[in-house]
């Protein structure tokens, strides 16, 4: 059984930058699809990236060019880098693994969730 547990949210200012960590434990993540959703109150949680055992990724389109995820098999974590934050980027980041590479963007696609880390973007 993988456990998940994100950091590195806090406070920041528009135009900023964050790195976020989701480290795992009781298992290996290096075969398996993980990704990156957020969600703030009352709406759906939203993808905002994924990335395969393969390196390939993919990002939702609010967030192209500005968030980059990675990971690094040998600490078993997956990181997402956020630059040039706004307001709109505050919301509550969850990491998750799929145990399936598709559909990355559904959050039914994937079976262990993290607790969240929250960022908050100030205008």
């Known amino acids: 059984q993988v456990q998940l547990v994100e950091s590195g949210g806090g406070l920041v200012q528009a135009g900023g930058s964050l790195r976020l960590s989701c480290a795992a434990s009781?298992?290996?993540?290096?075969?398996?699809?993980m990704g990156w959703f957020r969600q703030t109150p009352g709406k759906e949680r939203e993808f905002v990236a994924a990335?395969?055992?393969?390196?390939?990724?993919s990002y939702a389109d609010s967030v192209m060019g500005r968030f980059t995820i990675s990971r690094d098999n040998a600490k078993n974590t997956v990181y997402l880098q956020m630059n040039s934050l706004q307001p709109e980027d505050t919301a509550l980041y969850y990491c998750?693994?799929?145990?399936?590479?598709?559909?990355?963007?559904?959050?039914?696609?994937?079976?262990?969730w993290g607790q969240g880390t929250q960022v908050t973007v100030s205008s």
């Open positions: 998750a693994r799929a145990p399936r590479g598709f559909p990355v963007r559904r959050p039914n696609a994937y079976d262990t």
């Open positions: 009781g298992r290996t993540i290096s075969t398996y699809t």
């Open positions: 990335h395969w055992s393969d390196a390939s990724t």
